[in-house]
């Protein structure tokens, strides 16, 4: 029996059908491409972003990626409606943004550490059509693509409008890399819009610090995306700007230095100055420190390079790194580099295995050169000799012969050029002095030289003719300074604008 042939109108249907099968494959591959594996080019020559947008040959980091347990796939949340009302929210901070001139439907713009896109879908509703978001956690095209905000993917002038939003920048770790990357890659006269949790004068000034390419257009406090407050700091980069780093300066080197004046308000709100000379030295340590007013609880610190403490006079690790700072001083969830200086050799072995602290093995002093170090040493309470207790540059002693093996040689270093060389004015430092009555040196050394200004908070023990506390109505003849020449030198301190404590 013959086989039915097919009429020529069911062949046309036929060949209708595969054809519209062919196309519907064709397009469910063309949208794959750009929905799930777009980037900005790459997929046989197809470019969904403009040229300006390509990645350059930045590598991200391996550890940049997320597990899939911890944050949902960026597309299952693009059908929430809390995804749809964030939208929303970043969709009416743009059109004030437009209406002010900081914002074109012609800008090319980049959301810098974007949660999950809602920004950049916002951007692009409004009319910025050329608009991508990095995000060190997840990437899903054509919002996102991956990048960290300090190590941004893009080439140097890319984009006229950068935007971070919902307090990334305060939670970035990084914020002097994550300005370094905005300034990099922002345009000159190109605008940087940022939300930041911090609302505090300190922590406002220290973020325009950071951002020394742009100048400061406004700032106002708006409601965030949770509802909580924000501020918005609007900067504009500046049309010439060479980053001093690039010149070999760190901005170090002048000796001019004023306080600036949200630094002063610190000062005001810090514990009064015991003026009274305590009878008992020892129990007003215990005291004072329960009064203190910490920097750190009155201002928020995120947005500096570095976080620096200087132990001037450390001796062992217990006796105040260890004790002290490591324990109680507010960190506020910063990891500090800290560094030891100490010229008594007896403590130098117990900072060997210490990690994250630096040795610096020398005596603070105004100058470089050889010091006589006078150690007085203790008696324990089987007679046996306390190596190292106490030590103090002698500035009267200029032979050790006459004091035979109660005076060592030391090098005593310039702590004043020694600080410009280890710290920035964007980092924050703090700074304690147990240095024997040598801060009565090396205080006016560091007002005079400007070094001051480089120095945050300062802990510092002034030492005088104290009380004793083995005799009854005799004071120590260690030191020849009285009380009030040092409450004189903590007022001065304070008087120029340096939060400086008390220390006993």
């Known amino acids: 029996m013959d086989s039915p042939k097919l009429k020529p109108n069911q062949l046309r249907t036929s060949l209708a059908r595969l054809l519209t099968f062919a196309v519907l494959v064709l397009a469910i591959r063309f949208a794959y491409v750009i929905t799930l594996a777009g980037q900005s080019c790459g997929y046989n020559d197809y470019c969904f972003f403009p040229d300006t947008l390509r990645l350059h040959s930045r590598v991200v980091p391996q550890n940049a990626a997320v597990s899939s347990q911890i944050l949902p796939r960026v597309p299952d949340l693009w059908t ?26 012609n800008s090319r713009a980049l959301c ?28 899903s095209p054509p919002l996102i693509v991956p990048g960290a905000p300090h190590r941004q993917p893009f080439n140097e ?50 973020l325009l610090d950071l951002f020394d390419c742009c100048l400061l257009i406004r700032t106002s406090d708006v409601d965030g995306v949770d509802t909580t407050s924000v501020r918005e700091v609007v900067l504009r980069k500046k049309t010439q700007f060479q980053n001093p ?87 506020q969830g910063k990891s500090f580099e800290v560094y030891a200086m100490e010229a008594d ?25 050889t010091l006589f170090f006078e150690i007085t040493r203790d008696l324990g309470s089987k007679g046996m000799e306390m190596a190292g207790e106490v030590g103090r540059i ?15 040689k030391i090098k005593g270093i310039d702590f004043v050029e020694w600080l410009k060389r280890s710290v920035l004015g964007s980092d924050f430092v703090v700074v304690r002095m147990d240095v024997e009555g040598s801060e009565f040196y ?38 020849k300074r009285s009380y009030d020449q040092c409450l004189e030198l903590f007022t001065k301190l304070r008087a120029a604008g340096v939060l400086v404590h008390q220390w006993w």
């Not at 002038?157 to 920048?169: R, Y």
């Not at 002698?394 to 060592?408: A, F, I, L, M």
């Open 442 to 479: 090396l205080v006016p050394r560091l007002i005079e030289s400007g070094a001051i200004c480089l120095i945050d908070e300062v802990f510092m023990e002034c030492h005088y003719n104290r009380w004793q506390r083995c005799c009854r109505g005799q004071r120590s003849a260690k030191f």
């Open 394 to 408: 002698n500035h009267n002693v200029r032979s050790s012969s006459s004091y035979g093996e109660e005076v060592d």
């Open 157 to 206: 002038a890319t984009f006229d409008f950068e935007f971070s939003a919902n307090g990334s920048l305060d939670r970035s770790g990084r914020p002097a890399d994550f300005a370094a990357e905005v300034c990099r890659t922002l345009k000159p006269g190109g605008f940087f819009v940022t939300q930041i949790f911090a609302k505090d004068n300190y922590s406002f000034h220290s």
């Open 80 to 105: 929430t409606k809390k995804w749809r009302r964030t939208v929303d929210y970043y969709s009416a901070i743009f059109q004030e943004l437009i209406a002010e001139g900081f914002l074109s439907p």
């Open 112 to 139: 810098v550490g974007t949660r999950a896109g809602e920004d950049v879908l916002a951007l692009k509703e409004n009319g910025v059509v050329y608009s991508i978001g990095i995000s060190a956690n997840t990437a």
């Open 345 to 369: 050799r007896v403590f130098h072995e117990e900072y060997r295995d210490k990690e994250g602290i630096s040795l610096v093995p020398y005596a603070a002093w105004v100058r470089n050169e």
């Open 245 to 331: 780093r690039n010149l070999g300066l760190n901005g170090n080197s002048s000796n001019n230095c004023k306080i600036p004046g949200y630094k002063r308000e610190l000062v005001q709100k810090a514990e009064a100055l015991i003026e009274q000379e305590p009878l008992k030295p020892w129990v007003a340590r215990k005291r004072s420190l329960k009064k203190v007013k910490y920097l750190t609880s009155m201002a928020d610190i995120s947005f500096k390079q570095r976080y620096v403490y200087i132990d001037v006079g450390a001796r062992g690790y217990g006796s105040s790194i260890g004790s002290w700072f490591k324990k109680q001083y507010p960190k």
